[in-house]
């Protein structure tokens, strides 16, 4: 009788752990994957933002890129573009128009333009 009874423990014991276990797993999985997806869509964007000083619109070419949570409080001085080659000077990006021959780069495409000029 009291080997019996041993055994329906454990039958029973085995028998809970594996109801606990059947229900505990997808609980956990499913635990995880809702953490998993949070962390996903709550966390930070993955964009690289670079500073933009002159406020033109383009940030700093040689800037280094700093992470969204990276610019609290002054994410409109961050842009997610680099093209500007020079942050100190608003007219100076690249959709300004590049004045020739003034030795200055307006429009960042690697140099002054030169025109050829029909003066000389
Ligand atoms: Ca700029
Ligand atoms: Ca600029
Ligand atoms: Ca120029």
């Known amino acids: 009788m009291k080997k019996l009874k041993k055994n329906d423990n454990g039958y029973n014991n085995f028998m809970t752990r594996k109801i606990l276990l ?3 797993l997808p609980i956990f999985l499913l635990v995880s994957a809702i953490v998993i997806i949070g962390s996903g869509c709550g966390g930070v964007p993955k964009d690289e933002f670079y500073i933009d000083a002159d406020a033109d619109g383009f940030g ?3 800037a280094k890129p700093v992470r969204f949570s990276e610019t609290q409080g002054e ?3 961050y842009v997610v ?3 500007d ?3 100190t000077n608003a007219n100076i990006h690249p959709n300004a128009i590049d004045i020739p021959n003034n030795g200055i780069d307006e429009d ?3 140099g002054d333009t030169i ?3 029909t003066d000389n």
């Open 75 to 77: 994410e409109e001085a």
């Open 81 to 83: 573009n680099n093209k």
């Open 85 to 87: 080659c020079d942050d």
């Open 108 to 110: 960042c495409d690697g």
């Open 115 to 117: 025109d050829g000029g």
């Open 22 to 24: 059947s229900l505990v």
């Open 60 to 62: 700093n070419s040689s």
